[in-house]
């Protein structure tokens, strides 16, 4: 059975920074694409950032620059290190593979 747990999620003001982490179980993150997704009160949820199976990082233009997404196989764990936040970033972030999600962690930036 395939979960991801995500945590890391809390507030933080403008500028300031946090790291998400994704731990799955019942299948292995060398051999799939994750993916980081956010979805702020009232909108759709946007794709934000992924790592492929080969360990590529893609990013959305909104993030490029001030996210990094990595995984650690040991750990079975994918991250997504967030700087320079924003008060647009204010979400819940989830994480996925394939058609599986996580619960999400919420991200609050605000003075």
């Known amino acids: 059975q395939v979960q991801l747990v995500e945590s890391g999620g809390g507030s933080v003001q403008p500028g300031g920074s946090l790291t998400l982490s994704c731990a799955a179980s019942g299948m292995n993150v060398r051999f799939y694409n994750i993916r980081w997704a956010r979805q702020a009160l009232g909108k759709q949820r946007e794709w934000v950032a992924s790592i492929t199976s080969g360990g590529r990082p893609v990013y959305t233009a909104s993030v490029k620059g001030r996210f990094t997404i990595s995984r650690e196989i040991a750990k079975n764990t994918v991250y997504l290190q967030m700087n320079s936040l924003k008060s647009e970033d204010t979400a819940v972030y989830f994480c996925?593979?394939?058609?599986?999600w996580g619960q999400g962690t919420q991200v609050t930036v605000s003075s």
């Open positions: 996925s593979a394939d058609e599986h």
